[in-house]
């Protein structure tokens, strides 16, 4: 066994991890190490409560009624010295 799969997992290497892109060294500790694992696992868990988060999007319209608030100030001419 090498070092590399004896460290612990970083809080960055876990996120990689449940992402999909912890490298295979990396990741042979997560099937030596309980510890590891257990956070991997709560790391995945968090991953995929947040995708499935709904995503809020203003109603129709939202953008018109804003526009409709907005006062443009009127131009003023031409600049006299
Ligand atoms: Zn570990």
């Known amino acids: 066994m090498s070092d590399l799969t004896m460290q612990h997992l970083t809080t960055e290497e876990l996120e990689l991890w449940a992402q999909g ?9 997560l099937t030596e190490c309980t510890l590891c ?3 991997a696992q ?7 409560t947040l995708s499935q988060l709904p995503l809020f999007a203003p109603r129709a319209g939202f953008a018109d009624r804003v526009m409709a608030q907005v006062k ?3 131009t003023s001419g031409e600049f006299r010295a």
Do not use: N
């Open 21 to 29: 892109l912890l490298g295979a060294a990396r990741t042979m500790h």
């Open 37 to 39: 694992f257990a956070e």
């Open 42 to 48: 709560q790391e995945r868990r968090l991953h995929l």
């Open 72 to 74: 443009v100030p009127k």
